[in-house]
Structure formats: structure tokens, C-alpha cells
């Protein structure tokens, strides 16, 4: 079946970066829209940054800081993380929507298979 491993988190200062990786198994992510969420504590999941070979899409609060890219050698997606926050801090899930290679949807019920999460804490 179709696995997706996140991997990359940790602890980093406020302005400091990390790269969040997403290895698929089991499936490809070919021109499919591949994602990441996060999850505040407290707060529902919510999108940050998503695409596919056509479109990509980030949330307000991180355009400009983020990136998201895929290799599909490797069948892998990364998201580049810099200048981050305090209020970054959250679990990310990595996200794949088979259905689709555009647009990139922002609620979780249009995507089908998801990562365990990796947390992401940055201090002031």
C-alpha cells in the first residue's frame, strides 16, 4: 500500500531553516498534487503549501519563506523552510491528492494518503 514517510524536523532559533522531506512508497507521485499541512496544538490542520508539475500554491503566512519541491526519481516532495517563526511551530504532514494535478485543494478531505507528521519547534 501507499506509504508516506515525513522526516526532517526538529528544533531551531527563530530565523533559523530546515528542508522537511516526504518519501512515497508504494505509488508515484508522477503529476499528482503532493502538499504539506501543519497542525498547531489547539487548532485544526491547516494547508501551507502545495503543487504539482502545473500549479503551486503556499499560504499567506509563508509565501516568500517557504518552498515546496519534488523530485520524481527519488519520488520524493521537500519543503524548504527559512526565516522561521515562532509561530511555525506545529506538526507537518506531508499530503497526496490522486485525483488531481491541479488545482491544489486547501481542505484535508481532498487528500488521500498522508505522512505521521514531523514536528517542527522554533524558539524566540
Known amino acids: 500500500q501507499v506509504q508516506l514517510v515525513d522526516a526532517g524536523g526538529g528544533l531551531v532559533q527563530a530565523g533559523g531553516s530546515l528542508r522537511l522531506s516526504c518519501a512515497v512508497s508504494?505509488?508515484?507521485?508522477?503529476?499528482?498534487?503532493m502538499a504539506w499541512f501543519r497542525r498547531i496544538p489547539g487548532k485544526e490542520r491547516e494547508f501551507v503549501a502545495g503543487?504539482?508539475?502545473?500549479?503551486?500554491n503556499y499560504t499567506d503566512s509563508v509565501k516568500g519563506r517557504f518552498t515546496i519541491s519534488r523530485d520524481n526519481a527519488k519520488n520524493t516532495v521537500y519543503l524548504q523552510m527559512n526565516d522561521l517563526k515562532p509561530e511555525d511551530t506545529a506538526i507537518y504532514y506531508c499530503?497526496?491528492?490522486?485525483?488531481?494535478?491541479?488545482?491544489?485543494?486547501?481542505?484535508?478531505?481532498?487528500?488521500?494518503?498522508w505522512g505521521q507528521g514531523a514536528q517542527v519547534t522554533v524558539s524566540s
Open positions: 499530503a497526496q491528492d490522486i485525483h488531481r494535478q491541479a488545482p491544489v485543494l486547501t481542505n484535508t478531505a481532498a487528500y488521500d494518503y
Open positions: 508504494g505509488g508515484t507521485i508522477g503529476d499528482t498534487v
Open positions: 503543487g504539482s508539475t502545473r500549479v503551486i
